[in-house]
């Protein structure tokens, strides 16, 4: 037993172990996804008859330019291949088995960062997410008459596309998304390797200039409905080398590098890089990617069917040249796998929450683990602050907290106690009058959202040394004004570590003005390598314990409990 335990841990809740859809966020449709260009938004449903009036333009234009001797001496000087002689041939095993992996694993990867990406339904390029700034979204207006959360922004994907497919399932999703990055990036590493390990490098980097040239009269040839020479076997064209080089060398790396640029943890670690590259643009640039590979998917797979389906498929599922039935045998089995896999894992999810939790937690939790030990020390300037910051959160509904709030905080008491060996209670009088220390941070809320703001309090260093935890001490349990959304108070783990950090204080000022009752007053914390939910505000009281395993569902957090987020997020 805990020496101490707070009265506040007897209004927590134990939560189930699967989604109960009948306590979840009701479902809530967005829009159709548009674009902003200048002050209009358009709809991207656009690009449908954009596209089909291209090809009803451009084929039969194509078709006339090739006539002009000109065109025709263009082809014949550059027939859409280099002439460089190559020393591979063929698909070997390796790189067919890799093929099958980086698209069943791409798959699950698109489906999770769709549903990530309806939790906050808006993309911006810069760094404070006000409403109306957003150059993308599929979300209506924010509304203007009444208080509206990032949480009641969140949208429904269909169950057939986002994974898992209900309203602000984010959390399960993440685990999702990013053990399957995990995967993906390692298969990609072991792709690179063998690679430049066997000549096959040659199939898809240039080696010459003559590529551009090579590219273009391939495309020329594509338009025109005679297609260039079919070598796959052997060689690419250049249309298909350039394709394959973007995709692998600069799309692949730049999902990994926008995707880690949306972690408190490391934009927070690396200065100016991170305040450039900040997280909004970095997730309008991982969008972009995710658009680019959804179109190379799409004229990839395309192209295989019309330029000998058969053949293609001897070529990349058999490993052998020909033109028989055998690899389009194993490439339905391959289909069928991915389809099964791909209708399982939405009621796999929601029946099996906290097995998806778990999993997660096994496969990436080491490296959220790594990630906390960054020094997040990242700070911007006043000219930086956010003119909007999204409000979040169950609000107090408690006649204790309005009785608070009416009289100013000024009868507020912060109790502090659990494994110290000075358990105190604290006025609000008593907080201001100990050291302030302010600071300019981003917020990253784990929804996509993010904002800077200055915050003013009590540094958290100052707390340890006046209750003074004692060795058994590892972790700080924050204790909220509010419930959660299923009922039953809000709580947060972190561990001690976190709370000794040179950035973690107890703000009760937010950029120069006292803390609002809709950012967390009269107290919330600051912890900024951490992601926004474990910034507990309306903070009432703070226990210091060995472990959690015994609170609420033992998960870390009331979110982590009842929503299935991670106890570390650092990322």
């Given at each position: 037993m805990r020496e101490?335990?707070?009265?506040?841990?007897?209004?927590?809740?134990?939560?189930?172990?699967?989604?109960?859809?009948?306590?979840?966020?009701?479902?809530q449709f967005g829009g159709t996804p548009r674009v902003r260009l200048g002050r209009k938004w358009y709809s991207v449903l656009w690009l449908i008859p954009i596209g089909f009036l291209f090809l009803t333009v451009g084929v039969p234009l194509v078709q006339e330019l090739r006539r002009l001797p000109a065109v025709q001496h263009f082809i014949a000087r550059y027939p859409g291949q280099d002439s460089i002689p190559v020393q591979y041939f063929g698909f070997p095993a390796w790189l067919r088995w890799q093929h099958f992996l980086n698209l069943f694993l791409l798959l699950f990867i698109i489906r999770a960062g769709?549903?990530?990406?309806?939790?906050?339904?808006r993309l911006y390029w810069n760094p404070h997410c006000t409403p109306g700034t957003e150059w993308f979204r599929f979300q209506h207006d924010v509304p203007r008459d009444r208080i509206w959360t990032a949480k009641d922004d969140s949208v429904t994907l269909p169950g057939w596309l986002g994974l898992p497919g209900i309203r602000h399932s984010i959390g399960l999703a993440r685990w999702w998304h990013f053990s399957c990055d995990l995967l993906w990036v390692l298969n990609g590493l072991v792709f690179y390797l063998m690679l430049f390990s066997t000549h096959q490098w040659q199939r898809i980097v240039p080696r010459t200039w003559a590529v551009f040239p090579n590219a273009l009269s391939s495309a020329v040839q594509y338009l025109s409905l005679r297609f260039p020479a079919e070598e796959g076997w052997v060689r690419y064209n250049s249309l298909q080398l350039l394709a394959y080089f973007a995709t692998v060398f600069i799309a692949a790396p730049l999902a990994v590098v926008t995707g880690l640029m949306q972690a408190p943890a490391v934009s927070n670690k690396l200065g100016w890089f991170g305040r450039v590259l900040h997280r909004q643009a970095a997730r309008s640039i991982h969008f972009l990617v995710l658009c680019w590979f959804l179109f190379f998917i799409l004229i990839h797979v395309t192209m295989v069917f019309v330029t000998g389906l058969?053949?293609?498929?001897?070529?990349?599922?058999?490993?052998?040249?020909?033109?028989?039935?055998?690899?389009?045998?194993?490439?339905?089995?391959?289909?069928?796998?991915?389809?099964?896999?791909?209708?399982?894992?939405?009621?796999?999810?929601?029946?099996?929450?906290?097995?998806?939790?778990k999993t997660g937690e096994f496969m990436i939790g080491w490296l959220k683990a790594i990630a906390e030990w960054w020094d997040p020390n990242n700070q911007y300037s006043e000219a930086d602050i956010s003119p909007h910051l999204w409000p979040n959160g169950t609000m107090p509904n408690s006649a204790e907290y309005d009785a608070l709030a009416r009289a100013g905080f000024g009868d507020y008491r912060l109790r502090v106690g659990g494994l110290v060996e000075n358990p105190v209670v604290v006025s609000q009088a008593e907080l201001k009058a100990m050291p302030k220390q302010e600071q300019i941070t981003c917020h990253f809320c784990i929804q996509g959202w993010s904002g800077i703001a200055k915050w003013g309090g009590v540094p958290m260093r100052h707390i340890l040394k006046i209750v003074r935890p004692k060795a058994a001490a590892r972790y700080a349990v924050f204790y909220s004004f509010a419930e959660g959304a299923e009922g039953g108070r809000y709580y947060d783990v972190h561990t001690i570590d976190n709370m000794r950090h040179h950035l973690t204080i107890l703000a009760?000022?937010?950029?120069?003005?006292?803390?609002?009752v809709l950012h967390g007053a009269p107290l919330r914390l600051r912890c900024e390598n951490e992601l926004g939910f474990k910034q507990v505000k309306w903070i009432a009281a703070i226990e210091f314990v060995d472990d959690f395993a015994r609170i609420g569902a033992g998960q870390g957090g009331y979110n982590e409990d009842h929503e299935f987020y991670g106890y570390r997020m650092p990322i």
């Open positions: 101490l335990m707070d009265p506040l841990e007897g209004q927590l809740t134990h939560a189930d172990d699967r989604v109960r859809l009948s306590a979840w966020l009701p479902p769709l549903q990530i990406l309806a939790d906050h339904p058969l053949a293609n498929l001897d070529h990349m599922f058999a490993g052998v040249n020909g033109n028989s039935p055998t690899g389009l045998g194993i490439f339905l089995a391959a289909l069928t796998l991915v389809i099964v896999a791909w209708a399982l894992a939405t009621p796999l999810t929601i029946n099996h929450a906290r097995a998806v939790q009760y000022e937010m950029s120069g003005k006292p803390l609002s």
